[in-house]
C-alpha cells in the first residue's frame, strides 16, 4: 500500500500555473486518503470555485499518483480555499493587494509589453499585435498601460470617452470592428493634458482598468507598459500574477543589457518571458538592399540570454510609423508588408504558445480573418 508521504512528494510535481508554485508548498492539498485495495482520493482546494484550470489539475494530479507503486486508482475531487485560507496565501506569495477573485476571470491571456527603454517601438507593436490577434480571428484588447507617454488610441484611431455599463462598469471603446481599447487618454478633460500621477493614484487608476472595466470575454490582453522597470510596471506585475511578458529591444547588441532589465522584472514577480521581438531590424530598400541602420544580432542575443523565444524581427518600414499616425495598423492596411509578416508571425507565435479559450467561451465579437498570404505557424 503506498504510504500517505509517498502521495505528498509526488503531489509536489504538480505546478498551478498562475501561481507557479507546486500545489503541496500552496497548501492546496486538503486531504489525501489511502483505501486498503490501493484506491487513492485526493482532495484539491482552488482559488475559486470556477477554476479554468481544473481539468488540468485533475490530469496532473492523476498522472504523478497513477505513478506510484501500489496506487490501484485515483480520484480527484476539488474543493475551494476559505477566504482566511486565501489571504494567507496571498502574504505567502507577497502580493496582499491583488485583484478581486473574477476581475479578470474572463480573460484567457494576459501579455504585457514590455521593454528597457523608450523609443523602441513598443507601442507601435502591441497596436499591431491586437490588430494582428484580432484580424486571425481572436478577441484581442489593448490596455494602455503607458501613461505617461500614452499612444495607442492614437495608433488604433479611438478617441473618446467611454460608457458606464448598468452594472456600473467601464465599457472599452473599440477599435476596427472589434478590438477593445482602454487608456488614460480617455479619462483626461484635454487630448494632451499631461499626466502628473504618482504613487497610489496611479495605482488605484492601474487597478481600476483591470477591475472595473468590462473586458468581457478575451482571449488576449495585451497590456502597452511604460517603458522601463518603474512603478507602474511594478504595480501591474504585482497585481497580474498570470501575466507573461513579452520584451521588446532593438538589434544593437548594446541595447540588450537594458532590454533584460525589463525580463529580469518580470522574473522577480514570478512571471514568465512568453518571448522577444527585435524592432527596428534591417531596413530593405526597394532595389532589394538590406541598411542594418541599428545593427544586428540583438533580439537572437536577448532571446537566448533568456532562454526564451525571438518571435520576430520586424523591419524598419516607414509604413509601419505612417500608419501608425493614421490610427491604422500596418498589419490590416497591408498584411503582406514586410512589418506586417513579421508581426503576424509573432502573434502567431503567442498563439502557438498562450492558446486562445477554448470554443466554449466563443462570442461574435471575434476578427474576421486576415486577408494577406497565410503564413507558416511559429514553432
Ligand atoms: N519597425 C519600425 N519601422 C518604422 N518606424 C517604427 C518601427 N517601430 C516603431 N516605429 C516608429 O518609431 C516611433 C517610436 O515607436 P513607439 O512609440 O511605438 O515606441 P515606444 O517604445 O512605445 O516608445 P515610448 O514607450 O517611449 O512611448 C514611432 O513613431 C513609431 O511609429
Known sequence: MPSRSE?????????????????????????????????????????????????????????????????ASVDVAFDVLSPEEKQRLQQQLGRPQGLPDGALAQVANVICVASGKGGVGKSTLTANLAAALFAEGHRAAALDADVWGYSIPRMLGVHGRPRVSAQRKIVPLVAHGGIRVISIEFFLSERDQAITWRGPMLHKALRQFLEDVEWGELDYLLIDLPPGTGDVSMTLAQLLPQARFLIVTTPQPAAQSVAKRAAELARRYGLEIAGVVENMSAFVAPDGSRHAIFGSGGGEALAEELAAPLLASVPLQPELRACADQGKPLVLVDPDAPASQAIRHAARGLVAEMPPAPPSLASPARGAGISGTPLPMAH
Not at 20 to 38: K, N, Q, T, Y
Not at 51 to 56: D, K, S
Open 7 to 71: 502521495i505528498i512528494e509526488a503531489l509536489r510535481a504538480v505546478i498551478d500555473p498562475e501561481l507557479r508554485r507546486d500545489i503541496v508548498s500552496l497548501g492546496m492539498v486538503r486531504s489525501v486518503e489511502i483505501a486498503p485495495d490501493g484506491r487513492v482520493s485526493v482532495v484539491v482546494a482552488l482559488t475559486t470555485p470556477g477554476c479554468p484550470i481544473r481539468a488540468q489539475f485533475e490530469r496532473s494530479v492523476r498522472q504523478v499518483v497513477s505513478g506510484i507503486e501500489g496506487v
